[in-house]
């Protein structure tokens, strides 16, 4: 008998967790957008002193690292929520 109450509180706690994946999965993309319009707010350094403006090069090498670090984050995501098995029946 307890054995079975364990296992079914396992299996309550798996769910909840797979949840909780599923959830970061939904939000990455809403975090990805803000992440890519960070760089329309950066000062240029044509408007301001060369020294303290944000190069375009500078901004290109940031979304190319945000872009990359939205796929390593997808790719976990993907993997966790196989490992928890959320959406199967």
């Known amino acids: ?3 079975k109450r364990d296992q079914t509180m396992t299996r309550a706690a798996n769910a ?7 959830d970061s999965a ?8 803000i992440l890519f319009l960070l760089p329309i707010m950066w000062l240029r350094s044509s408007e301001v002193a060369p ?14 690292v945000v872009w990359a670090g ?4 997808a790719l976990g995501l993907a ?8 959406g199967r029946s």
């Open 79 to 86: 993997l966790l929520i196989k490992r928890f098995g959320v």
């Open 70 to 73: 939205l796929i390593c984050c």
């Open 1 to 3: 008998m307890i054995g």
């Open 16 to 22: 909840a967790r797979g949840q909780r994946v599923t």
């Open 51 to 64: 020294a303290a403006g944000i190069a375009t090069s500078t901004a290109l090498i940031y979304l190319f």
């Open 26 to 33: 939904l939000i990455l993309p809403c975090v990805g957008t």
